[in-house]
């Protein structure tokens, strides 16, 4: 069965790094690609951008540009999102997301929490 | 960049009900766009791609339409699974926005 499976829960001090990950199973790591979505605490869905899970090159969508960072590492069959420098701002839930076209199949999520 | 905006915000609702939400972009665009029901702490789920294709084991009592501007999510005889958050995303052009969800709550 195919599934993403996404790293735990994380408290983090503002200023420091974070890295989530995203493993795939089940299938071929480079049949679709990777999205990202952020959903802050109460509110919707926020696209972050994708990464080519074939060429490993990340799309970043405006707000993201700065402090976050696709990567793969495709002998692991897993994609990774590092988020620096965090704010408050940043504290929500991550989520992985495959698919071509529209993703279909979707991660747990990872909830990052930044906090003094 | 597309903004799409869902209306209504939130839709109450019986079991047993047809509903509609509505989703409109700030620019026409060909029919790349999807709906997603998200359970409460749960990640979304795909129901409808190319804005009318049923993704696979989603029941047909879900339907979308729609062209150009304005697209629609249907759904008929609903069940009390039913009662989540809708969202609807264009996928054609980066960045691939979201609506801002419609929750749909029990009458």
């Known amino acids: 069965q195919v599934q993403l499976v996404q790293s735990g829960s994380e408290l983090q001090k503002p200023g420091a790094s974070v890295n989530v990950s995203c493993k795939a199973s089940?299938?071929?790591?480079?049949?679709?690609?990777l999205n990202w979505v952020r959903q802050a605490p109460g509110q919707g869905l926020e696209w972050m951008g994708w990464i080519n899970t074939n060429t490993g090159k990340p799309t970043y969508a405006q707000d993201f540009r700065e402090r976050f960072v696709f990567s793969l590492d495709t002998s692991v069959s897993t994609a990774y999102l590092q988020i620096s420098s965090l704010k408050a701002e940043d504290s929500g839930i991550y989520f992985c997301?495959?698919?071509?076209?529209?993703?279909?199949?979707w991660g747990q999520g990872s909830l990052v929490t930044v906090s003094s | 960049d597309i903004q799409m905006t869902q209306s209504p915000s939130t839709l109450s609702a019986s079991v047993g009900d047809r509903v509609t939400i509505t989703c409109r972009a700030s620019?026409?665009?060909?029919?790349?766009l999807a709906w997603y029901q998200q359970m409460a702490g749960k990640a979304p789920k795909l129901l409808i791609y190319k804005a009318s294709t049923l993704q696979g084991g989603v029941p047909s009592r879900f339907s979308g339409s729609g062209s150009g501007s304005e697209f629609t999510l249907t759904i008929n005889g609903l069940r009390p699974n039913d009662f989540a958050t809708y969202y609807c995303q264009q996928y054609e052009q980066s960045p691939y926005t979201f609506g801002q969800g419609t929750k749909l709550e029990i009458k």
């Open positions: 997301a495959g698919g071509l076209g529209a993703p279909s199949l």
């Open positions: 620019q026409n665009f060909s029919d790349w």
């Open positions: 089940g299938s071929p790591f480079n049949r679709y690609a």
